[in-house]
């Protein structure tokens, strides 16, 4: 299995600022994922964070409000840009793993 | 595009009763599925998967699921429920004919088992 960690747990933020996520595996993975889970409400997938490229993103989801960074199989950045209080939100972290995947414990992000 | 349903949003039920969560995905080609948990205050886990072979799978905690194919159904089962199976339910589907792990979560079942 692969042990996943984020960073922060939680924040509270104000409309209209950034912040940066970040994801931790220990150990290499090729594929990583970044999700939303709005209160009450599902999984979404935002993107696939590739190393050495871009990212991928579903439909509804635009590089210039979630930039990714994937510098090594290791580790991944999500940021939430120009925040408003829709996306007050838990952001997941998972990795495919054999076949499996994996999930961080969240972040857990409130907009004021 | 494909899609998994849940149309059991909440249920609630006594201890030692038996649970079934339906679960239904819209995709015509070999997929893979899955069952997560989500205990209040925890991350998710895997409950249990199918990949391929023998369509009665069993996972932990005394869960199993049945993939009927000509149904597009993955159905959780439990014979007897206890306090502590409270908790979110996600069935979840990939295809690996896309080449892709990325999974399509259905909206969720939250379970409430009463002592």
């Known amino acids: 299995s692969a042990v996943i960690s984020q960073k922060p747990s939680r924040d509270i933020c104000q409309r209209g600022t950034s912040l940066t996520i970040q994801c931790q595996v220990d150990s290499q993975v090729t594929m990583m994922f970044w999700y939303r889970q709005q209160p009450g409400q599902s999984l979404t997938l935002i993107a696939t964070?590739?190393?050495?490229?871009?990212?991928?993103?579903e439909s509804g989801f635009v590089i210039d409000k979630f930039p990714i960074s994937r510098p090594n199989l290791t580790f991944s950045t999500l940021t939430v840009s120009n925040m408003s209080p829709e996306d007050s939100s838990i952001y997941l972290c998972?990795?495919?793993?054999?076949?499996?995947?994996?999930f961080g414990p969240g972040t857990r992000l409130t907009v004021l | 595009a494909q899609s998994v349903s849940q149309h059991n949003h909440h249920v609630i039920l006594s201890e030692a009763a038996s649970l079934e969560l339906g679960c239904n995905y819209s995709y015509g080609g070999t997929v893979n599925l899955f069952w997560y948990v989500q205990y209040p205050g925890q991350h998710l886990q895997l409950l249990l998967k199918?990949?391929?072979?023998?369509?009665l799978v069993k996972g932990i905690k005394g869960f199993e699921a049945e993939f009927i194919k000509s149904k597009f159904s993955f159905n959780l089962r439990k014979p007897s429920v206890q306090w502590s199976d409270t908790a979110e339910y996600f069935c979840?589907?990939?295809?690996?004919?896309?080449?892709?792990?990325?999974?399509?979560f259905g909206t969720g079942t939250r379970l409430q088992v009463f002592p």
């Open positions: 199918y990949f391929s072979g023998d369509p």
């Open positions: 998972s990795v495919a793993s054999y076949n499996e995947q994996f």
């Open positions: 979840a589907v990939n295809a690996p004919a896309y080449n892709t792990d990325k999974l399509i």
């Open positions: 964070a590739n190393q050495g490229s871009e990212a991928t993103y």
